[in-house]
């Protein structure tokens, strides 16, 4: 997971938004976005609830709150916790065989993010059928 975060981070710095706000691509290879990544959304044409946060964590890489919240209004949320993984990650190397913050914390956490996710998608799916 530490490995993970990294990458997220890395990457979140090493590109930007294109195409109308709508694709990502590599600084320097902006001509080539890549595809986009959302089978739901490729298949289907229904967002799924994490539809912009790529987008969203490249924002916030720039600084650019006001843009990251209008492609994912829990980006910074989601961005914090891939964040929070570095410390977290390295205390749990550091001190292995124990669980650095118990073992009911961290799985309230991620069922706290995954119930904001779904409420949040749920609300945008109603809202854009109104």
Known sequence: MLL???????LAFSM???????????????????????MSRSLFGVPCPGCGLTRSFIYLAHGDWRS????????????LAVVLQFPYRIASLAYPGREVL?????????????????????????????
């Open 102 to 130: 118990g073992t009911a914390a961290p799985k309230i956490f991620v069922y706290l993010l995954i119930a904001l996710l779904t409420v949040n998608w749920l609300v945008g799916v109603v809202a854009s059928h109104w």
């Open 68 to 79: 990251s919240l209008a492609m994912h209004r829990l980006g910074w949320l989601m961005a």
């Open 4 to 10: 993970v975060a990294g990458a997220i981070v890395l």
């Open 16 to 38: 930007e938004v294109v195409a109308g706000g709508q694709r990502v691509a590599f600084v320097g290879l902006l001509d080539y976005p890549l595809p986009h990544s959302c």
